[in-house]
């Protein structure tokens, strides 16, 4: 069983686009995360939910918008595509906060052209 | 604010090699440190973690010391295999509600 799964794991797209990422976990936690990284495999958090609630939300473009329709999904939005969106999106959860172990997922390779 | 230094790779090592991974950190009040592995073409996984000072997280025959005076976390494995290659990240959880990555760094292991 698949603890935090995304889809889609790749995603080629023209810039000026509009695309989605999805999330689920099924561990039952209260934390989910969205990171991006970047080819040189730096990691950056870009928005946090807490029992759906949004509690870090990090300097990241308005084009980027977090949903999250129930606990055990969080959804990432992107609007008009730019060259700089091309990264790793991964997805986490930890059970409650930031001290408990972070789950990944496997990540979206986002690739814009 | 919070931070994390580790050393720059990468780093390439013959199997059965001992490896040290440096990381030091900035924080204020006892943060909790972890190391999270990357595996090629995957998410990360937690490796092991500390909570307080002093604490000894291990798991896989690798182990980090928690020590508040210096302010490090290092990793430390005592004979590497190939199958240990990989990205390895120092993090922090501190006061924010964020963990704080390190830069990672990357471990070849050749047989």
């Known amino acids: 069983d698949t603890a935090v799964s995304q889809t889609p794991k790749y995603l080629v797209t023209q810039m000026g686009n509009d695309k989605s990422i999805k999330c689920e976990q099924n561990?039952?936690?209260?934390?989910m995360y969205w990171y991006k990284q970047d080819s040189k495999k730096f990691l950056k958090i870009m928005f946090s939910?807490?029992?759906?609630?949004?509690?870090i939300n990090e300097t990241v473009p308005n084009r980027f918008s977090p949903k999250s329709p129930d606990k055990a999904h969080l959804n990432l939005h992107i609007n008009s595509l730019e060259l700089g969106d091309s990264a790793v999106y991964f997805c986490a959860s930890s059970q409650r906060g930031v001290t408990d172990t972070q789950y990944f997922g496997p990540g979206t390779r986002l690739t814009v052209l | 604010g919070n931070s994390v230094t580790q050393m720059e790779g990468p780093v390439t090592l013959s199997e059965e090699a001992f490896l040290t991974i440096n990381c030091t950190y900035t924080a204020t009040g006892y943060p909790s440190l972890f190391w999270y592995v990357q595996y090629p073409g995957e998410g990360l996984q937690l490796l092991l973690k500390?909570?307080?000072?002093?604490d000894k997280g291990s798991n896989k025959g690798f182990e980090a010391t928690y020590r508040k005076e210096t302010t490090s976390f290092h990793l430390e494995k005592g004979s590497v295999q190939v199958s240990d290659s990989a990205v390895y990240f120092c993090a922090l959880a501190g006061s924010a509600r964020q963990l704080t990555f390190g830069s990672g760094t990357q471990l070849t292991v050749l047989p």
């Open positions: 500390a909570t307080k000072a002093d």
């Open positions: 561990l039952g936690h209260d934390t």
């Open positions: 939910y807490n029992n759906k609630e949004l509690i």
